[in-house]
């Protein structure tokens, strides 16, 4: 059958999204890898796909699938393509648009510029939550990685994610330490791994080594997660700008029980069809 797509990225972080409100399909693992390969497929990052809500309060589930097959909680630069998507697409009028994910519900709303605002809930610290395999909730975590001890915060931002301060994140060794915390065998689901280098406090730059992908341009829970680890830390102020590779996000955090806000763009590359 014959499968109309649009693909998108936020901030470099590239999408392919799929309505499934009005088009029917069923993606395994193996198809879905075909599709991300950007030889001889599409190409992504993360697949997107748009579905009617099983809740009568929601707008839509958005559910989200990695290069390599495996389903995950939540991405923030999709959320973002999920909202301009679904406006574009004329499946909602609705410029604040709530949605079901695997990690929570999400608050979209979308401005008059393009840009959007994502209420990406509350942060989790507790280690069963992120998961992560500790005996107690730290802010400090030391991991034994290939020999070596390795300090970091670890955190949920409804997806897990581990923090690692670095003194500038060109040196970091993103390519060689990501895939290694990424599979240790103390985060039973793999984590997202973030590089920070800290600027100033209302600045930080970030890599991230992303679960079943590898290092993208962008991760906006990547994003969130490195802010609020820098916050709690004392080292952030409230609200931090956030540049990485692909581009720059603005991201707000008050404190302890509160939603983290992610603000950034959205951009439509092209419209498709594919047999599937």
């Not at 909680?73 to 301009?84: I, K, L, Q, S």
């Amino acid at each position: 059958m014959m499968l109309h797509f649009t693909k998108m990225h936020g901030l470099g972080n590239d999408f392919m999204v799929i309505d499934l409100v009005t088009q029917r399909a069923r993606l395994d693992s193996e198809r879905i890898r075909a599709l991300a390969d950007r030889r001889f497929g599409i190409g992504f990052d993360q697949l997107l796909l748009v579905e009617p809500p099983s809740r009568p309060d929601m707008d839509f589930r958005y559910r989200i699938f990695n290069a390599d097959g495996s389903e995950v909680e939540n991405c923030g630069n999709g959320a973002r393509c999920f909202a301009r998507f679904v406006l574009d697409q004329k499946l909602t009028a609705r410029r604040e648009i709530a949605v079901q994910t695997a990690g929570g519900n999400l608050l979209l709303k979308v401005a008059d510029d393009g840009r959007v605002r994502v209420d990406m809930g509350a942060p989790r610290f507790a280690p069963d939550e992120i998961p992560l395999t500790a005996d107690a909730q730290s802010h400090d975590y030391a991991l034994d990685v290939d020999g070596q001890t390795i300090h970091l915060d670890a955190l949920s931002m409804g997806n897990p994610h581990a923090v690692i301060d670095v003194a500038s994140i060109d040196d970091a060794p993103v390519a060689t330490l990501g895939p290694l915390i990424e599979a240790h065998p103390r985060f039973p689901k793999r984590v997202n791994v973030g590089f920070m280098e800290v600027i100033s406090r209302q600045s930080v730059r970030l890599r991230v080594f992303e679960r079943g992908v590898g290092e993208t341009l962008a991760c906006g829970t990547g994003a969130c997660a490195a802010v609020v680890s820098g916050i709690r830390r004392g080292l952030l102020d409230q609200h931090v700008d956030v540049a990485l590779p692909g581009g720059a996000l603005s991201i707000e955090w008050a404190g302890s029980g509160q939603s983290v806000i992610m603000t950034g763009p959205a951009e439509r590359v092209f419209d498709g069809r594919v047999v599937v």
